[in-house]
């Protein structure tokens, strides 16, 4: 017998409205890894994970026969847990398939991140779920076929539920294509009216609910409404493709509850529950004497469900050969590190990513940024696990050529995304939006090594950046070529640095890669740091904000605003 844990009952008295309705479906999105109640890096209990959604997801099916239960995608990178089954242990059963067969979800969405790891982990997972992936406008280039399951029907006290899922077709410009070789990745409007036609026509549904792992923001990364295979195109389908009743997205992690208006003026629910199993989104859909269907939504956060003894005990055997892996002593930290601190100029947190690249690829110069906002590396010891604190993605090492003109406007790019645009104005060295957080994400922010520069805040865009030499302190030429490090992200166009920075074309990015390493950029900083156990965590201090006179009463002014005083 299933019993309500702590705290569950608060939620669901708080949803009884939407509960005794008639069909519930409950969603997760961008779980990232967030597995057990337990952070590998800083080795103690979190108050988010799959253990507390297990725990909410049984107590609603204590209350309701009517049930639907699914993931969003981006499940399959994010934590040391899925470091270590998709890449040290790849061959046993994926920690992830036990999970999501053991909660009995329905389907999951593909995301973004479930392709980074590449077709030797995702193609496993397809066969090892008891449940499809779904994206249906991820395609077999041969057949023109989805290379996942399209949609799925879920047939519920009588009412057949149709759910068709989608994923930002933005993954070509983010991994190399060996990461998603045979696959295209076609706009998500144009197939979100194919499949509402197809599933319409050959399934009859009563209700027809979108699980798309793609953002809220359509204009996100100075895309608009009109730009083809937009990566954040969940509106835009609820605006423009009729008959969705509700639409369940994720993909940038944000939370949203909103109701949007169809293309003939109906309602469409559209929720965003965030990430790492920090809330389950709730949608309920009453079907009225006409049989028409009404949606209601909320996001019922999970900080306060109490973890599940059940759920803890069934994996707890992977929990501890996860931590075995993740508590092996790597290196000692001598000195504090912050990640914030390179909002302000050279920080060893970055740096070593820096000097591993540089190191391995043999480049001229690399490019590199903070990965999260405000991640701290105590004094101690520096272990496996806290190594995804450090670098957080499974990204892999390429390098392009650029010429020393295009590097530099890719650097004043980076650093418009970075800088106000009057600082005196503003009273704010860095961008940040009303509620005094960053305007820009973090990740962003790429600085360079290999060169020393200098930085001007107080100068317009296209005017900021002033490189001085290379590193060694030989001439720096505008008009020569130079190999340059990146991550697999970035040497791919993720986050438009290359094309509105540099000026290259998807097709120029392509044509400049030079070299492209296999290994996983994290395990090239690990032997960095193992080769190099006395000067790994040194900054470099090969850039700065100028005049320093001038810009120091401003970053001290950020730092109070970012608690870093």
Same mark, same amino acid.
């Given at each position: 017998?299933?019993?309500?844990?702590?705290?569950?009952? #608060?939620?669901?008295?708080?949803? $009884?409205? +939407?509960? $005794?309705?008639?069909?519930?479906?409950?969603?997760?999105?961008?779980?990232?890894?967030?597995?057990?109640?337990?952070?590998?890096?800083?080795?103690?209990?979190?108050?988010?994970?799959?253990?507390?959604?297990?725990?909410?997801?049984?107590?609603?099916?204590?209350?309701?026969?009517?049930?639907?239960?699914?993931?969003?995608?981006?499940?399959?990178?994010?934590?040391?847990?899925?470091?270590?089954?998709?890449?040290?242990?790849?061959?046993?059963?994926?920690?992830?398939?036990?999970?999501?067969?053991?909660?009995?979800?329905?389907?999951?969405?593909?995301?973004? !991140?479930?392709?980074?790891?590449?077709?030797?982990?995702?193609?496993?997972?397809?066969?090892?779920?008891?449940?499809?992936?779904?994206?249906?406008?991820?395609?077999?280039?041969?057949?023109?076929?989805?290379?996942?399951?399209?949609?799925?029907?879920?047939?519920?006290?009588?009412? &057949?539920?149709?759910?068709?899922?989608?994923?930002?077709?933005?993954?070509?410009?983010?991994?190399?294509?060996?990461?998603?070789?045979?696959?295209?990745?076609?706009?998500?409007?144009?197939?979100?009216?194919?499949?509402?036609?197809?599933?319409?026509?050959?399934?009859?549904?009563?209700?027809?609910?979108?699980?798309?792992?793609?953002?809220?923001?359509?204009?996100?990364?100075?895309? #608009? $409404?009109?730009?083809?295979?937009?990566?954040?195109?969940?509106?835009?389908?609820?605006?423009?493709?009729?008959?969705?009743?509700?639409?369940?997205?994720?993909?940038?992690?944000?939370?949203?509850?909103?109701?949007?208006?169809?293309?003939?003026?109906?309602?469409?629910?559209?929720?965003?529950?965030? #990430?790492?199993?920090?809330?389950?989104?709730?949608?309920?859909?009453?079907?009225?004497?006409?049989?028409?269907?009404?949606?209601?939504?909320?996001?019922?956060?999970?900080?306060?469900?109490?973890?599940?003894?059940?759920?803890?005990?069934?994996?707890?055997?992977?929990?501890?050969?996860?931590?075995?892996?993740?508590?092996?002593?790597?290196?000692?930290?001598?000195?504090?590190? !912050?990640?914030?601190?390179? +909002?302000?100029?050279?920080?060893?947190?970055?740096?070593?990513?820096?000097?591993?690249?540089?190191?391995?690829?043999?480049?001229?110069?690399? *490019?590199?940024?903070?990965?999260?906002?405000?991640?701290?590396?105590?004094?101690?010891?520096?272990?496996?696990?806290?190594?995804?604190?450090?670098?957080?993605?499974?990204?892999?090492?390429?390098?392009?050529?650029?010429?020393?003109?295009?590097?530099?406007?890719?650097?004043?790019?980076? /650093?418009?995304?970075?800088?106000?645009?009057?600082?005196?104005?503003?009273?704010?060295?860095?961008?940040?939006?009303?509620?005094?957080?960053?305007?820009?994400?973090?990740?962003?922010?790429?600085?360079?090594?290999?060169?020393?520069? #200098?930085?001007?805040?107080?100068?317009?865009?296209?005017? &900021?950046?002033?490189?001085?030499?290379?590193?060694?302190?030989?001439?720096?030429?505008?008009?020569?070529?130079?190999?340059?490090?990146?991550?697999?992200?970035?040497?791919?166009?993720?986050?438009?640095?290359?094309?509105?920075?540099?000026?290259?074309?998807?097709?120029?990015?392509?044509?400049?890669?030079?070299?492209?390493?296999?290994?996983?950029?994290?395990?090239?900083?690990?032997? /960095? *740091?193992?080769?190099?156990?006395?000067?790994?965590?040194?900054?470099?201090?090969?850039?700065?904000?100028?005049?320093?006179?001038?810009?120091?009463?401003?970053?001290?002014?950020?730092?109070?605003?970012?608690?870093?005083?």
């Amino acid at each position: 017998m299933r019993q309500l844990v702590c705290g569950v009952a #608060t939620f669901l008295l708080a949803s $009884a409205s +939407l509960i $005794a309705q008639n069909i519930n479906v409950l969603y997760t999105t961008d779980v990232h890894g967030a597995i057990f109640p337990y952070s590998f890096t800083e080795e103690k209990a979190v108050n988010n994970s799959m253990s507390q959604v297990f725990s909410y997801i049984q107590a609603v099916r204590d209350t309701s026969v009517n049930v639907i239960v699914l993931d969003n995608g981006d499940f399959l990178q994010g934590t040391p847990v899925n470091y270590y089954y998709n890449y040290v242990e790849p061959t046993a059963v994926n920690i992830v398939s036990e999970v999501y067969n053991y909660l009995g979800f329905d389907a999951i969405g593909v995301g973004n !991140h479930d392709i980074e790891p590449g077709h030797e982990v995702y193609d496993k997972i397809k066969h090892e779920l008891h449940m499809p992936l779904i994206a249906a406008n991820a395609v077999d280039k041969q057949t023109r076929q989805p290379y996942f399951a399209p949609y799925i029907v879920a047939e519920r006290s009588g009412k &057949r539920i149709a759910v068709i899922g989608l994923i930002t077709p933005y993954i070509s410009h983010w991994l190399p294509e060996s990461k998603w070789a045979g696959i295209d990745f076609e706009d998500m409007v144009e197939s979100a009216q194919k499949w509402v036609n197809i599933v319409r026509e050959k399934e009859h549904p009563d209700a027809i609910i979108g699980l798309f792992h793609s953002g809220y923001d359509y204009t996100y990364g100075g895309q #608009t $409404a009109d730009s083809y295979c937009n990566e954040n195109a969940s509106v835009l389908v609820a605006e423009r493709v009729e008959g969705f009743n509700a639409i369940l997205i994720g993909h940038d992690h944000k939370m949203y509850n909103r109701t949007i208006l169809g293309p003939k003026g109906a309602e469409v629910a559209v929720l965003d529950a965030g #990430t790492a199993a920090r809330n389950v989104g709730l949608l309920s859909i009453n079907f009225d004497a006409q049989g028409k269907a009404h949606c209601k939504t909320q996001l019922v956060d999970m900080k306060n469900v109490a973890p599940s003894a059940q759920f803890d005990q069934n994996f707890a055997s992977h929990l501890d050969k996860v931590k075995n892996y993740t508590q092996k002593q790597l290196s000692y930290v001598s000195t504090e590190m !912050h990640s914030t601190e390179a +909002l302000f100029g050279s920080a060893s947190i970055v740096d070593v990513a820096h000097k591993a690249m540089l190191s391995y690829a043999k480049a001229d110069v690399s *490019i590199s940024a903070p990965l999260q906002f405000n991640t701290v590396i105590p004094v101690g010891n520096l272990t496996v696990g806290k190594m995804f604190s450090i670098y957080r993605y499974e990204n892999t090492l390429n390098v392009l050529t650029l010429s020393g003109e295009e590097l530099k406007n890719y650097l004043e790019y980076s /650093y418009s995304l970075w800088l106000s645009d009057d600082v005196e104005k503003e009273n704010h060295l860095i961008k940040v939006n009303d509620r005094g957080r960053l305007k820009n994400p973090i990740f962003n922010f790429d600085s360079a090594a290999g060169i020393i520069y #200098t930085v001007d805040p107080f100068k317009p865009d296209g005017e &900021r950046i002033s490189i001085v030499s290379m590193a060694d302190g030989t001439p720096f030429d505008m008009q020569k070529n130079y190999t340059v490090a990146f991550n697999s992200y970035r040497s791919n166009g993720g986050g438009g640095h290359l094309e509105r920075g540099a000026g290259l074309t998807q097709q120029e990015i392509a044509q400049r890669q030079i070299k492209s390493f296999d290994r996983d950029l994290r395990s090239i900083i690990v032997d /960095y *740091i193992a080769n190099n156990p006395d000067t790994w965590n040194k900054p470099l201090n090969n850039w700065k904000f100028v005049p320093e006179n001038r810009v120091e009463k401003y970053i001290d002014v950020d730092k109070k605003i970012f608690n870093l005083q």
